[in-house]
């Protein structure tokens, strides 16, 4: 099927990708994002074997890890005491000269994919939104926040979490829940020894994230009332107050977070459409569609994933009704396994649900994640 122009509303990490996957199939694409000045946030994020994979499918492997720590092991600490419970490596899908995964600061990373967007000839317009879509069945007309209008072939909602795009063509959609966890995020030097992902698992749960030769991003989870707004002022004391039970390891970096403003706190927010993903010529991607919690560091992963999926199948299918539907098919196994067993976890944590076994857990995602898509 000829494509001849596709709108993405959101310009994170999913829109990117389905940006530059679709202009590699030689798709007009424009994106509009709703920030005018495009900020993402400064900590970083862990990227896996299936994203190293992606990044070279997008041509765009290269400059996305000079901006980025790569790494091919994860280690996994337990208990108070923080002894060592596993040590693996992981599969190297992008080839044998590249690592297996890869810290990266999110400014970074967006760098990388808005860089790549660009020179695949996307059209980026910022500081805009949609008020309007009309689709009669044979185009969608799109009325934006500045009054300008457009007629697009398809249109993809890459709008996150709580997507305006979800509530326009699915209100009956199941909205964003919140599980009563929240992620506190902090910069640091990195050490050498911090060489590939660090995981302290319960009581106490956090980790260390390389990011860059000098930077790692550390991270620890709580379980709080509300997702209520957490003020600035007074940020490094409670990000502090949270670490209770630490590992020595953990204990011996605390009296470093001293910035309030450094501090990136964050509600954990999920959602998981089993119903349609689309409606007409319009359709979903990433969060909009499956947000995970950060538990089995995949969600990113999934989006970047779906804007190559379904950039591919819009080229394959004959109509963009059941482009749109091959590719929910396709996406479906992994989307549900990373969202419903990121939740699991988490509710594990909180002590919501018994204890399970989360290193064979591991084990059967990365099995799944490597896995062609
Ligand atoms: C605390 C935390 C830690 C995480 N850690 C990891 C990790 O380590 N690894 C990993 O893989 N994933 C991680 N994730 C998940 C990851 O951040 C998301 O899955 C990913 O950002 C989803 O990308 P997206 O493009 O679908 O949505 P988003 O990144 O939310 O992007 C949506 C974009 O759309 C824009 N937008 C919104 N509404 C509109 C509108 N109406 N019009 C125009 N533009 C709009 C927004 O401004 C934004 O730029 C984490 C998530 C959280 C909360």
């Known amino acids: 099927m000829d494509i001849g ?58 400059d996305y890890l000079a901006r980025s720590y790569g790494f091919d092991s994860t280690t996994i600490y337990v208990g108070p005491g923080g002894v060592q419970d596993a040590h693996f490596n992981t599969p190297k899908l992008a080839g044998p000269d590249y690592p297996s995964n890869a810290g990266i600061r ?46 697009y072939d398809v249109v993809i909602g890459a709008d996150g979490v709580f997507s305006a ?23 640091l030097p990195r050490p050498a020894h911090v060489d590939g992902i660090q995981i302290f698992a319960g009581p106490f749960n956090g980790g260390f994230v390389p990011m860059t030769e000098d930077l790692m991003y550390i991270f620890l989870l709580s379980t709080e009332p509300t997702t209520d707004f957490m003020p600035v002022a007074g940020a490094a004391a409670a990000m502090r107050d949270r670490a209770t039970m630490v590992p020595p390891q953990f204990a011996a970096i605390l009296d470093q977070i001293t910035d309030d403003a450094g501090v990136v706190a964050r509600p954990l927010e999920t959602i998981m459409l089993d119903g349609d993903w689309h409606k007409g010529r319009i359709g979903l991607i990433g969060d ?30 004959k109509s963009v009704d059941e482009a749109f539907a091959a590719y929910r098919a396709r996406r479906m196994p992994r989307v549900a396994h990373v969202a419903k067993n990121s939740v699991r976890i ?26 062609p898509i």
């Open 165 to 187: 795009t979800r509530q326009a063509i699915l209100p009956d959609a199941p909205k964003p829940h919140y599980t009563g966890q929240w992620v506190w995020r902090y910069n």
């Open 5 to 62: 122009s596709a709108l993405i509303i959101g310009g994170g990490i999913g829109g990117l990708t389905a940006g530059i996957a679709l202009r590699q199939r030689g798709i007009p694409v424009e994106i509009i994002e709703r920030d005018p000045d495009w900020t993402v946030y400064g900590v970083g994020i862990i990227q896996q074997m299936n994203v190293i994979r992606a990044m070279k499918e997008l041509g765009v492997l290269d």
């Open 346 to 371: 988490g509710e594990m944590q909180m002590g919501k649900i018994p204890p399970f076994n989360v290193g064979e857990l591991t084990g059967q995602t990365i099995g799944l994640m490597c896995q």
């Open 106 to 151: 999110r400014t970074d990373l967006q760098k990388v994919l808005a860089g790549g967007a660009e020179r695949a000839g996307a059209k980026v317009r910022l500081g805009l939104t949609v008020t309007d879509m009309q689709d009669d069945g044979t185009g969608v007309d799109v009325t934006f926040s500045d009054g300008s209008t457009g007629r």
């Open 288 to 317: 909009a569609v499956h947000a995970s919690t950060p538990h089995l560091a995949q969600g990113a992963g999934m989006a970047i994933e779906d804007g190559l999926v379904l950039a591919d199948e819009l080229t394959k299918a």
